[in-house]
């Protein structure tokens, strides 16, 4: 066979491979529909607010202006943003704070601490720096009326696990380290990015087993939290779509700065919100409380348990497409349900989460949740 024809033949087998790579990704833009966010009834209570936690401006590494940020939240329907520049604490950040073009804008600060990264929330301003122990600078903020995320804690900056501290949550998923874990992988989505960002975003997820594992092991000591993380550098309007907090509220979010800071947070404090990957679908309308007859105990909840009068643990889901609920108690799976109200009466104590599948096709992977509440939490009775 003469050299010519094999190139030829290099050549038309290069083309059929190329054809049949773009009659794929073609296929898989047409079917997948980047979701619209819903109209969010504004009824209640509970009322729900959305917003983007874990965002860096020019302030430290990011590359917009909070301003700027703010303008591309207004335009993604977010009622709400948290800025979190590195800096111990990042003044600049904080002082930006307000009301941008009808988003809250709040602001913490990222601490490089002795152990990783640790994100401050809602602390008045220290007279000089935090710590740079984790576990000094977890009290620090705490004593200023504040509360500790740990950041990414088994990634990028790996958060090394000590003693008792005095930390609010964990960060269970964050954008950033997707990207930069699982970029090889999405590899052939990659020009998604320039049609449908929502395909390629979702394509680089992957299940936080890790996290989920760790999340679930200290929720069992005391009270934890976990957080879907932007971690935003750049590609904020991307981003701004993929993980996001959905926050109730027992009123309406304010209008008044200072009282909507404190609505947000002390909903934050409390575990009162839930995490959705909006990318994969509107996520907002979801809700999980415990409830004992009259008595009703918002996802968040310390609740003591009664073998006697048993609470029930009650789901819905008002969505118009199918999805399955996992009743996760202390990391095990103890009942799914494709209704749209589900309800579980537990049998025993424990840390009981929720996870929202979705059912029928998705470009998000069948084991990642498209939802994870906060857990309600049934303690024994204290004797």
């Not at 395909?199 to 999340?215: A, F, N, Q, S």
């Not at 579980?344 to 096709?361: A, C, K, N, S």
């Amino acid at each position: 066979m003469s050299q010519s024809v094999k190139k030829k033949r290099i050549i038309r087998a290069v083309l059929i491979l190329l054809a049949l790579y773009f009659i794929w990704l073609s296929s898989l833009l047409l079917l997948y529909k980047e979701p619209r966010a819903r109209d969010r009834e504004r009824g209640g209570p509970p009322y729900e607010i959305q917003g983007v936690y874990h965002i860096h401006t020019k302030f430290s590494d990011g590359r917009r202006t909070p301003d700027e940020i703010a303008r591309i939240a207004s335009l993604k329907s977010l009622d709400f943003i948290i800025l979190t520049d590195h800096g111990s604490p990042n003044l600049a950040s904080l002082a930006s704070q307000g009301w941008k073009d009808k988003v809250l804008v709040l602001a913490g600060s990222e601490i490089s601490s002795s152990r990783g990264h640790l994100v401050a929330l809602d602390f008045s301003l220290p007279s000089g720096s935090f710590s740079q122990n984790a576990e000094q600078a977890s009290r620090d903020v705490k004593s200023l009326g504040g509360f500790s995320i740990i950041a990414h804690p088994f990634s990028k900056t790996r958060w090394s696990w000590g003693g008792p501290a005095e930390y609010s949550g964990l960060e269970i998923m964050d954008s950033d380290t997707m990207v930069k874990k699982n970029f090889l992988i999405a590899l052939p989505y990659l020009p998604a990015l320039l049609v449908k960002p929502g395909l390629y975003m979702l394509k680089i997820l992957d299940r936080p087993v890790e996290t989920l594992r760790k999340w679930d092991e200290l929720s069992r000591q005391s009270p934890w939290y976990g957080y879907f993380s932007a971690d935003a550098h750049l590609l904020y309007s991307v981003l701004f779509s993929c993980f996001r907090l959905h926050v109730l509220l027992p009123e309406p979010l304010s209008q008044d700065f200072e009282t909507a800071k404190s609505q947000v947070f002390s909903a934050l404090r409390k575990g009162r919100f839930y995490n959705g990957i909006d990318y994969a679908r509107s996520a907002g309308g979801f809700l999980y409380w415990a409830e004992n007859g009259e008595a009703k105990y918002p996802m968040g909840s310390a609740v003591t348990f009664d073998r006697v009068a048993p609470l029930s643990l009650r789901v819905r889901t008002p969505f118009s497409f199918e999805v399955e609920t996992r009743f996760i108690r202390d990391g095990e799976t103890v009942l799914s349900s494709k209704e749209k109200d589900a309800w579980l009466t537990p049998r025993q104590p424990g840390v009981y989460r929720v996870e929202i599948y979705l059912e029928g096709w998705s470009p998000l992977a069948r084991n990642i949740p498209w939802i994870i509440s906060n857990p309600i939490f049934l303690k024994e009775a204290e004797r």
